[in-house]
């Protein structure tokens, strides 16, 4: 009976069925085994695994504030995973990861069985953590059946290889510091950051627990996405640690107790504490690299894991944001409210038209070949559109015109503090939102920079031996051979029979004066002392100089301004301290550059600091003592552009140069009027707000509490003058105070 059951047709037709898809299998792993269906790395490969790593962005007291990346990820050795953080892991993904040797067959038997035979969808896939690894070093390409097949193969024989040449606990070394946590986030250090804003090692049990449940399903288990899955997830992490003797129970229910909480810090691009700094640092970085790439080295900052750091103060740059945003938020509504129900922004046809001709979307259409009616047309077509202002983001149903108009009335800034002696920069504010306005005030732009100019013409005068107890005539004047060019004061003084002293005129921003004093000096003299105090940019040949035509950046005006309490040395702001690779070997330290020849006297340097001192008590910028209570070391200088158009203020202390600039993007627009858009106003809160959140922490004491050099006796000697001289009674019986005087501008 057996025997005619063997000689049955069709049971031999199976055997040889069964034996054919044997063979065809055999062959079909062979295949895969040889590379026909893909090269599958050597071992000789696999023992030297590298992948990229993201380069960090630290500041001077070491919090990372940024990541230079194509992927997210920073690996860290074996001994930063925390104990819990490694069970966890085990527990949860591959519990009998120290019993396979790369493929878990008693998993795959389970999960075949599961699937094929009882069609259950939730079986999983059953592969181990080394055969993750595998698949996250070697990603999938296609996701046809066929594929996943071959990729299943590939993945079982890489993890063979690796198992063959790595311990288990470099295993988890590599499996940690690749795997996927999504956002473009890949390994556990990266991810601890992201969402708990620390380092894998200071992860809790539940923390690394809620990392480690993304891994089935990164989406879908995103704690900030999914709080309530992520936290069920979690919890079942904890039950196989304890269903795995990794937890006793009452620390299981103990820690299932425990709410969700994340401190969630994404290293975006545009967001976070200072980009426009860290935008800068990448571009002198993208420089470094070129350069020493040229000497032979193969450094990439977005793949090669250095670690960069600068000379930021982390606190000090969140107080400067924020008394920015409190400031230009009172400011705009300011701003608005004095141009009532026709701004120029909603009503100027023309400058609106001239400002829509210059952006990329009417550039686009116009390369299209659009007549300019239909590309208008095409740009008051309403759309969904996010709109940024100072309460948020919002989304709003409208055309290109109508966020053009929205966008080109916002009030910008720069903002830049530096260390005086080193020209470390401090804190670095380059507009007042990356995301929307990328053009950086600090690095990028060269404004007029009005009467912050007049202190480098006063030094210049006092070098020349000119005293600053001289007295010039306020009176305006016209000058002939200028075109009748008639420079005048601000205000509504009668100052047609007064005489200032350079003190008095420097304190009080006394434009008539300031350009007397040019003319005394010689317009090329002052621009030799512009250049000695670290001026680069070329300066106008012009009178109109004294008055701050000149286009300056911040940058070299704060190292300018440094030399008044360093010594009448300037100095050159440097935002990076040192670069240290991937190794944290130091590859590169960046020392400061201070001049080595004082730029002026000693004893101008004191005059010059007592005079500025004047700015602040009773001149211009009085407010710094009147309205803000500021009981600290300051000098300064308040400056304003014709027409309203830049607002400029220069604070000096001891330890710190602050120079902050607001004004428009669109030099078409400015301020409606002077006493909104005079430096004193727009400019000036933004650094005495400042100043006040620096005196309310103690660990800025160094700064705050700092004191000027003590002035010599013959200093304050020179000084010891009467601000102001009225004309004698015979000048003013035959001088008439409203009319102008009329000369030729003599250049010495």
Known sequence: MKFNRIKSPIFRYGILILGALLVFLLLFIGSVYLGLWGKIPSKKELSSLEYQKASEVYTADSVLIGKYYLFDRQPIAYTEFPEHLLKSLIAIEDERFYE????????????????????DQSAGGGSTLTQQLAKNLYPRKDRTKTNIVVDKLK??????????????????????????????TFGIESASLKFFNKKAKQLKTEEAAVLVGMLKATYGYN???????????????????????FLKEVEKDSLLQIPLKLDYKDYNYSDGLAPYFREEVRKQLLV????????????????SGLKIYTTLNYDMQVLAEQAMVEHLTALQKNFEESYGKNPPWLRDQKLIDKLLKR?????????????????????????????ADWDGEKSSMVSTIDSLQHYMKFLNTGSLGIDPTTGAVKTWIGGINFKYYKYDHISQSKRQVGSTFKPIVYTAALEDGISPCTYFSAQEVEYKNLKGWSPSNSGTKEEGYLNYSMEEALSNSVNTVAVKVLEDVGILNVIRQASKMGILEKLPNEP?????????????????????????????PYLIEKIVNSKDAIVQVFKPTINVPEAFSSETRQLMLEMMKSTI?????????????????????????????????????????HITWVGLDNYELGFKNTSLGQGANAALPMFAIFMQKLNKDKQFSEITKAQFETPSANVLDKLDCDPIKKDGFLKRLFK???????????DN
């Open 100 to 119: 396979h040797s790369g493929i878990d067959y008693k998993s795959l038997m389970r999960v075949g069985f599961k699937s094929i035979l009882m069609q």
């Open 155 to 184: 993945e079982m024989m890489i993890a063979s290889r690796l198992e063959a040449n790595y311990s288990k606990e470099d295993i988890l070394y590599h499996y940690l510091n690749t795997v996927s946590f999504g956002d473009n």
């Open 223 to 245: 704690p900030r996405i999914y709080p309530e899955n992520s936290l069920k997830r979690r919890n079942l992490v904890l039950q196989a640690m304890f269903s795995n003797g």
């Open 288 to 303: 470094w690299t070129k350069s020493e790439n040229e000497k032979g080295a193969n450094y990439n900052i977005y793949t």
């Open 359 to 387: 952006t990329e979307s009417y550039k686009k259409l116009r390369a299209m070949g659009l007549t300019s009616s239909q590309i208008m047309d095409s740009m008051e077509i309403k759309k969904t559109i996010i709109l």
């Open 544 to 572: 109109s100089l004294a008055l701050g035509t000149g286009e300056i950046k911040i940058t070299e005006l704060a190292g300018a301004y440094a030399s008044y309490v360093n010594e009448s040395k300037p100095v050159t």
């Open 617 to 657: 008590n009773t001149g211009t910028a009085s407010r710094i003592r009147s309205t803000y209570k500021l009981p600290n070391a300051i000098a300064g200088k308040t400056g304003t552009t014709q027409d309203n158009k830049d607002a400029w203020f220069v604070g000096i202390t001891p330890k710190l140069i």
């Open 736 to 746: 008439n105070p409203d009319k102008k005087r009329t000369k030729n501008f003599k």
